[in-house]
T-cell receptor
Framework: AQSVTQLGSHVSVSEGALVLLRCNYS??????LFWYVQYPNQGLQLLLK??????LVKGINGFEAEFKKSETSFHLTKPSAHMSDAAEYFC????????????FGGGTRLMVKP | GAVVSQHPSWVICKSGTSVKIECRSL??????MFWYRQFPKQSLMLMAT?????????EQGVEKDKFLINHASLTLSTLTVTSAHPEDSSFYIC????????????FGDGTRLSIL
């Protein structure tokens, strides 16, 4: 079965510093890849997705992620953290030809220090 | 963008009450809707998947008779927590998909359920 690993359940950065949130998936066939953000007491909002084509994808709020097949990774980055980026981030994958079913990682809580 | 409306956002009720949560896709037709449960500081746990007009598919360990799911149209799915007890208190989130795997699920804002 597909699994998604997010290394680091908590990540703390200073405002203005680089944000790096890690995501690795397990399947040998590259799935569709998604990053979602969740603010307290809210649902999930899509940040970006990779399905095909260019491996570096840009999303909302200045985030981007790079699909690396050789590393089975899809790490999320942002050059300069803002206080408003503090939230829970989830990496999720959807297997090709499996409809919309998502497998989620355990989540990473991003804290931004002033 | 695709919008999913989930209602109510907060529910506080007494033990033994049944609670209905609605999930609507406002500007697209959702071939599949998903119901998740989220415990504090944890990831989402898929409870069931529903397709319009057919019975929901429940994940292992989820009681079908406790969590009744109806997906009567392409824009509305409901989750009813029957005879709720304090252990059912949680954050419930719905999402809707347009069918193709390369399309993201669109999430509602969740329902905080507190059973006294």
């Amino acid at each position: 079965a597909q699994s998604v690993t997010q290394l680091g359940s908590h990540v703390s950065v200073s405002e203005g510093a680089l944000v790096l949130l890690r995501c690795n998936y397990s399947s040998s066939v590259p799935p569709y890849l998604f990053w979602y953000v969740q603010y307290p007491n809210q649902g999930l909002q899509l940040l970006l997705k990779y399905t095909t084509g260019a491996t570096l994808v840009k999303g909302i709020n200045g985030f981007e992620a790079e699909f690396k097949k050789s590393e089975t990774s899809f790490h999320l980055t942002k050059p300069s953290a803002h206080m408003s980026d503090a939230a829970e981030y989830f990496c999720a994958v959807s297997e090709r030809n499996a409809g919309n079913m998502l497998t989620f990682g355990g989540g990473t809580r991003l804290m931004v220090k002033p | 963008g695709a919008v999913v409306s989930q209602h109510p956002s907060w529910v506080i009720c007494k033990s033994g009450t049944s609670v209905k949560i609605e999930c609507r896709s406002l500007d697209f037709q959702a071939t599949t809707m998903f119901w998740y449960r989220q415990f504090p500081k944890q990831s989402l746990m898929l409870m069931a998947t529903s397709n319009e007009g057919s019975k929901a598919t429940y994940e292992q360990g989820v009681e079908k008779d406790k969590f009744l799911i109806n997906h009567a149209s392409l824009t509305l799915s409901t989750l009813t927590v029957t005879s709720a007890h304090p252990e059912d208190s949680s954050f419930y989130i719905c999402s809707a998909g347009e069918g193709a795997g390369d399309q993201p699920q669109h999430f509602g804002d969740g329902t905080r359920l507190s059973i006294l």
